[in-house]
């Protein structure tokens, strides 16, 4: 996938463009600053239809805003999923983050963290290791169809969500 654009958002997250070919879905891959560098270098070998934002973030309220902005309609179409960068689980309980206040050091807004979000489970139906992940709680929240996978993982991980959508089509 070839990178298009990269920009920031009002809480300083980092936010990236991949696009394939014409046609597709698009997709959003959510990662921690720690591992955005290895995943842009997976996103850039992939090849595939759609699109793939990639967005480093630190917390929930700016992965909240970051996907609630690439889900936007007014984008021309929903997000069909989203990849979480983590530990490799598949499913997770309900979460509470601790209500805390966030400077604004890093170039973004100051803001105020803190909410509970809802249990989750891989959108694939997979089974194995469950664990918390704030992350795809807050995808849950949303309504969005969401996996959690370690970083070594996010190419094999993807592959199997765009082979089990064929054509990169999607229900609903």
Do not use: I
Request: with cysteine.
């Amino acid at each position: 996938m070839q990178l298009v654009s990269v920009w920031s958002d009002l809480y300083a997250s980092t936010l990236a463009l991949y696009a394939g070919r014409a046609g597709g879905h698009r997709w959003l891959v959510a990662v921690t600053p720690e591992h955005a560098q290895r995943v842009a270098e997976t996103l850039a070998r992939l090849d595939s239809k759609g699109e793939v934002v990639l967005v480093a973030f630190d917390g929930a309220t700016p992965l909240e805003s970051a996907l609630r902005a690439q889900n936007d309609a007014a984008l021309g179409r929903g997000l069909a999923g989203v990849l979480v960068v983590g530990p490799d689980l598949t499913d997770g309980p309900a979460v509470t983050v601790p209500t805390s206040e966030s400077p604004a050091d890093q170039g973004g807004v100051a803001y105020r963290e803190g909410a509970s979000y809802p249990a989750w489970s891989d959108a694939l139906g997979r089974t194995g290791t469950p664990g918390e992940c704030v992350a795809a709680s807050v995808c849950a929240a949303l309504g969005l169809p969401v996996r959690v996978c370690a970083p070594d993982r996010v190419e094999a991980g993807l592959l199997e969500w765009w082979t089990a959508t064929p054509h990169a089509l999607t229900a609903g």
